[in-house]
């Protein structure tokens, strides 16, 4: 799933191409698609994109007075559509947009998603309450904004594994799987490591090390045209179970769940233990 590096990169290219340019119509190719009734759509007609932006993990396109949240979950991509075809592979919704005299095209913007789960959505939110409205009001404070007493402050409030905290939307908006795995490897702290255990101490290492996977995680996109895959995304230990910790040389492990897996080192964040590979999280004898 796209996280927080991949989503703002994606936004400011897709805010440098349609930025001013006016929507003349959203076309819905999956109902399911649109998670909202009202505003409707229409009410944006005519006016021009003020910004792309982002929020957690999802995409924003300003057009006063609607502001169009999209999230692509697992398989959507926000797509520049200069095909315009009728039936585009894996097409939910389609903006279509007014022509402007300095760009030499016509250009929509597609959103797709490719396989059954059928997820991602578009959301249609009055600009002027964008963050008391759903399902933006759900979230937490924004990872790349988040400060250590922040961090410090949610961590005392709640007593959960820090893995499990950082990939909770409503704890901090914008990391996911593999984030979270790359935050605690760089934070060398155990992934089932309790946040109120971790203390104020614990809580800014962490914040530091959030910041650090996100401005990599951002340099990386910024050197492409279009969204990254997960397996190319820059990372010491998610997606590479049994291979060499790029720190210490240790082998990665991995803790397997039925959606997700946890990657971890063990020298860097376990003192040399093994977890055990189940949902139980005990250590290995």
């Known amino acids: 799933m796209p996280e927080l590096p991949e989503v703002q990169a994606h936004a400011e290219r897709l805010d440098r191409r349609f930025a001013g340019r006016s929507l003349r119509r959203f076309e819905l190719i999956r109902f399911t698609a649109l998670k909202t009734a009202r505003p409707a759509p229409d009410e944006a007609y005519g006016q021009p994109v003020r910004h792309v932006g982002r929020r957690g993990k999802y995409i924003l396109v300003d057009i006063e007075p609607v502001t169009f949240v999209i999230h692509l979950m697992q398989g959507g991509r926000l797509l ?11 097409g939910q919704a389609r903006f279509w947009f007014d022509e402007r005299p300095d760009v030499d095209d016509d250009a929509a913007l597609l959103l797709t998603e490719q ?20 399902p933006l009001n759900r979230l937490g404070p924004d990872a790349a904004d988040i400060t250590a007493d922040q961090l410090a402050e949610a961590f005392a409030a709640t007593s959960m594994r820090v893995h499990g905290f950082l990939r909770d939307q409503q704890h901090i908006a914008g990391i996911g799987r593999r984030l979270a795995n790359e935050v605690c490897h760089r934070a060398q702290v155990s992934p089932f490591a309790n946040t109120k255990k971790l203390g104020a101490d614990g809580a800014a290492v962490v914040a530091t090390a959030i910041h650090d996977a996100i401005d990599d995680g951002l340099r990386y996109e910024r050197t492409r045209d279009d969204m990254s895959s997960s397996k190319n995304r820059p990372g010491g230990v998610h997606g590479r179970a049994g291979e060499a910790c790029p720190v210490c040389g240790d082998t990665v492990r991995a803790v397997e769940y ?12 376990t003192g040399g233990k093994v977890l055990a590979d189940n949902t139980t999280s005990k250590f290995l004898k």
């Open 115 to 134: 396989g059954t789960e059928r997820r991602a959505g578009v959301w249609t939110v009055p600009s002027e309450m964008l963050d008391e409205s759903p």
């Open 258 to 269: 039925s959606g997700y897996t946890v990657n971890y080192c063990p020298t860097c964040q």
């Open 80 to 90: 520049v559509d200069t095909k315009h075809s009728k039936k585009p592979r894996g």
